[in-house]
């Protein structure tokens, strides 16, 4: 979603579009690092030297609620935060940590049914760390 339509989102939903807030939407959007909350607070904080990470776990609380993130736990690690909200899988780098989107079509499952909803997540060695 762009930060314009993510900003009305919030609208509708009487939450205000503060500054910070306003921050936090734009260095998610289009973003495929998957950034945790403290990567993000490191980001935002150089144009809003004041922002606390309250802030940012609340801001980012509040947009998973209104499905415009979606958190990606995993095990022993932070959360990530994906603004990617279409339906897609990932691939997870053991060795570096690089998170990166996989296209559905990228994936083929041979199932006896019918799957509602999958989401797969392959340990992949990236190229970098190849």
């Known amino acids: 979603m762009s930060p314009e339509v993510v900003e009305a989102l919030l609208r509708a939903n009487g939450c205000s579009v503060t500054g910070p807030r306003r921050a936090i939407v734009r260095a998610l ?32 609380t509040l947009l998973a609620g209104l499905g415009v993130v979606r958190p990606l736990r995993q095990a022993g690690a932070d959360t990530r935060f994906d603004p990617n909200i279409e339906a ?38 990236c190229a970098a760390c190849g």
Do not use: F, M
């Open 88 to 125: 897609h899988h990932h691939r997870l780098c053991p060795k570096c940590g690089e998170l990166a989107d996989v296209p559905l079509e990228d994936i083929e499952v041979r199932w006896n049914g019918h799957a509602a909803a999958a989401e797969v997540k392959l340990a992949v060695v």
């Open 29 to 60: 959007h289009g973003n495929p690092r998957h950034p945790t909350a403290a990567q993000l607070h490191a980001e935002v904080a150089g144009a809003w030297p004041g922002i606390s990470r309250a802030t940012v776990y609340n801001t980012l």
